[in-house]
């Protein structure tokens, strides 16, 4: 299809003089839309970008007392951020352009431009904007409860607004009917493409390759025990800067700051913000979610910058950003050579607790697999087990047929079954995750997993082209591997679908056989046969 195209645009500017004149006549009024369009929707990117600028400053610097009028502010750009990119006047733009998009190359900007534009418009005229102003006042009011609710283990002050997410995700939803399922819409936003259905399908298959792997791992495993001791913040937050820088994230264009629940926020090409949360009597978390939301960065920072301000300056989807995230976390984060080349300054920066720790016991204590509590401290083999059943659970809450009510128990049945493991309370069972109390319910964590299946599958197609970047990464030498994940994923920024892009990096459609393939190997030695 791109290559037809492609020719026909070639044939027909070499051997048709007087139809090339023709259309350099129309192609001015096109350019004249054409840089409308792109003034409209700066516009749109320049508001999102305001709005993410207050969303970042409440999770990590805001005082409480800020929280009801951040609220009222959020609602405000939101509902403005949405008439913008809902007017009719874009609409018409975007018709207007659209002849002048199909003599265009399939991936070229302008084209990619003009496609996503049109299917932004469409999802944006189909919500009222008084419904993104109160799902996004709502979301910023119930962070707040949450973040005061977990740690007091308080279900009941979230109930309240646990089942009006769900109502508001059904609502969101109503504005895309006829579907087949309620949380399609809210899927494909996330994921375009993915539906309830097909979500089902994949992780049914993955869950029966899963299981029998935590079975055999965590039965041998039981020696292992995590390593605590007391790690200092600064030492901490030290550490994970020279990690981070050390892997490519540029800290001219971003900043690295605390929060309760991390995460990255673009506010520009040249400001891809990213946060972590410090435990001193465990060192894994603020590190290895500093490597989650620097992989999440070093995507972000290095779209192609001539996409800067436009729907196509960000990553493709959640699902494949999460691909990053995870990359750099587990894959390349959590292997035996990114060690070897930290693993002496961690020693360093922590002065005698670990000089009696080798190496390979550090290695085995990161990568131990069992059965936990929480998500997302939960080792790379069980992990998808949790977001197997956050799916289900999320799924039968918007069909109606599991009642906000009766969640924490839903919860605790379902971490029996899927991950092995009962929390002793609401605070390490349903309240942990931010996802269902800051925000409208839907959509929320199918990508984690998505992301852990199509990050061995870009690593994969890397390793292919260049079979030596792990001994790369033992010498601290990432460049090779970001480079390539560079100029062959992170600089189209969002021009293709997520199935374009995953075909056209790794030559094939999303599928699990890479990622089993990567678990089964790292873990062989405690895979029972
Ligand atoms: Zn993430």
Request: with cysteine; charged share 25%; proline share 5%.
């Amino acid at each position: 299809m791109t290559k037809t195209r492609k020719a026909q645009y070639g044939v027909g500017a070499a051997t048709a003089p007087a139809k090339t004149s023709k259309s350099t006549r129309n192609r001015r009024p096109a350019e004249e839309k054409l840089a409308e369009l792109k003034r409209r929707l700066h516009e749109i990117d320049d508001l999102t970008a305001a709005g993410a600028a207050l969303g970042w400053d409440q999770a990590t610097y805001m005082p409480i007392g800020g929280a009801g009028a951040r609220g009222r502010q959020r609602a405000a750009l939101s509902r403005l951020t949405h008439e913008k990119s809902a007017d009719s006047t874009l609409g018409k733009l975007i018709d207007e352009l659209e002849p002048y998009a199909a003599t265009l190359p399939y991936d070229s900007n302008e084209a990619s431009l003009i496609r996503i534009a049109r299917r932004d418009f469409e999802r944006a005229i189909k919500v009222p904007s008084d419904h993104v102003a109160r799902a996004s006042a709502f979301g910023a009011e119930s962070y707040e409860v949450w973040k005061r609710a977990r740690p007091a283990n308080d279900f009941a002050t979230m109930l309240p607004f646990l089942q009006r997410g769900i109502d508001l995700g059904r609502e969101y939803a109503d504005f895309f009917a006829p579907y087949h399922h309620v949380a399609d819409p809210l899927i494909d936003d996330a994921d375009e493409g993915m539906t309830a259905a097909s979500v089902r399908r994949l992780f049914a298959a993955l869950r029966a390759d899963l299981v029998p792997m935590v079975d055999s791992i965590t039965e041998q495993s039981e020696e292992d025990h995590r390593r605590l001791g007391y790690f200092g913040e600064s030492a901490q937050l030290a550490f994970c800067l020279s990690v981070i820088k050390r892997i490519g994230y540029d800290f001219q264009r971003g900043r690295l700051d605390k929060t309760v629940h991390p995460f990255c926020t673009r506010l520009s090409a040249g400001d891809v913000r990213i946060t972590t949360r410090v435990f001193e009597n465990d060192l894994t978390q603020a590190l290895f979610s500093s490597l989650h939301e620097a992989g999440h960065a070093l995507y972000e920072q290095s779209v192609d910058p001539v996409l800067e301000g436009t729907p196509l300056g960000r990553g493709a989807s959640v699902g494949v950003h999460e691909s990053q995230s995870r990359l750099w976390e587990n894959v390349v984060g959590r292997s035996r050579g990114f060690w070897e080349y930290f693993y002496p300054l961690l020693q360093r920066t922590f002065p005698g607790q670990f000089d009696r720790v080798r190496l390979d016991t550090f290695y085995r204590a990161i990568n131990k697999v069992e059965r936990s509590l929480i998500r997302t401290e939960a080792d790379e083999v069980t992990y998808n087990l949790h977001i197997l059943l956050r799916f289900e659970l999320e799924l039968k809450m918007l069909e109606g047929t599991l009642r906000a009510k009766d969640l924490p128990e839903a919860w605790r049945a379902g971490m029996d079954s899927y991950v092995g493991v009962v929390p002793p309370d609401d605070r390490d069972g349903c309240l942990q995750d931010v996802h269902w109390f800051s925000g409208i319910m839907g959509g929320g964590f199918q990508s984690y997993t998505i992301g852990n299946i199509l990050s061995a599958q870009f690593y994969a197609a890397a390793m292919k082209a260049h079979p030596n970047i792990p001994k790369e990464i033992a010498a601290g030498e990432f460049e090779p591997l970001h480079s390539w994940l560079r100029e062959n994923l992170y600089r189209h920024g969002r021009k293709f679908k997520p199935s374009e892009l995953v075909r056209r990096v790794t030559g094939e459609q999303m599928n699990t056989g890479p990622y089993l393939s990567y678990l089964r190997a790292k873990y062989a030695g405690r895979i029972r046969a």
